[in-house]
């Protein structure tokens, strides 16, 4: 004897074939959305600005975002529409206290969507140093745009000079934190 009301979908009630369909539209169609939204939201979130100056820094490697193929290239006006701070410290090329205006490091990093570990800084002397990617959240390391309110220039030290705040922090007054400081920053490489 064969068993009735057993199954459900043979019937097309309750939760069977056509209860499923019922429960899939919905579902479909919240995918679909998920599935369109998703894109914006990353390109929202890459929305670097477009160069229309001269580019003082190129940034590769291990980025998320780029506006230049597979670099991030930044004019002073793009570095200067990031957040900017002072830092108050000595330094051991200068004399006294020096006033440093420009974007903390991390800041930048955020801004490309930098992951890796090290930050292959070069300057516009070839001078090249690796830096742990750790310093720049853990001290708010600056790049600084300024110097005693003037404008950095290659000259002295500029456009981009990578400032530690060493004064604050007594693990910073060693030699191995100076040779981070690069003066004429010009390319990160993250990797």
């Known amino acids: 004897m064969q068993a009735r009301g057993k199954d459900p979908a043979a019937r097309g009630s309750g939760p069977g074939a056509a209860g499923l369909r019922r429960l899939m539209v919905p579902l479909v169609v919240a995918l679909s959305v998920l599935s369109v939204s998703t894109p914006r939201s990353a390109e929202a979130a890459c929305d670097l600005p477009e160069p229309t100056g001269k580019v003082l820094l190129e940034i590769s490697g291990s980025i998320d975002c780029t506006n230049d193929g597979d670099t991030a290239v930044f004019d002073r006006d793009g570095l200067t529409a990031l957040p900017q701070h002072t830092l ?17 490091m991390q800041d930048l990093l955020d801004a490309v969507g930098a992951h890796g570990e090290t930050a292959v800084a070069h300057a516009l002397n070839d001078y090249v140093v690796d830096i742990p990617l750790d310093d720049f959240s853990r001290f708010e390391v600056l790049v600084a745009l300024r ?33 981070r400081w690069v003066w004429q920053l010009d390319r990160l490489k993250i990797r």
């Open 88 to 104: 108050k410290t000595t330094t051991v090329v200068t004399d006294g206290v020096k006033t440093f205006r420009g974007f903390r």
């Open 147 to 179: 110097m005693d309110g003037k404008r950095l220039t290659a000259r002295d030290k500029g456009p981009l000079w990578i400032v530690y705040p060493r004064d604050q922090y007594a693990e910073l007054q060693d030699i191995r934190y100076d040779y």
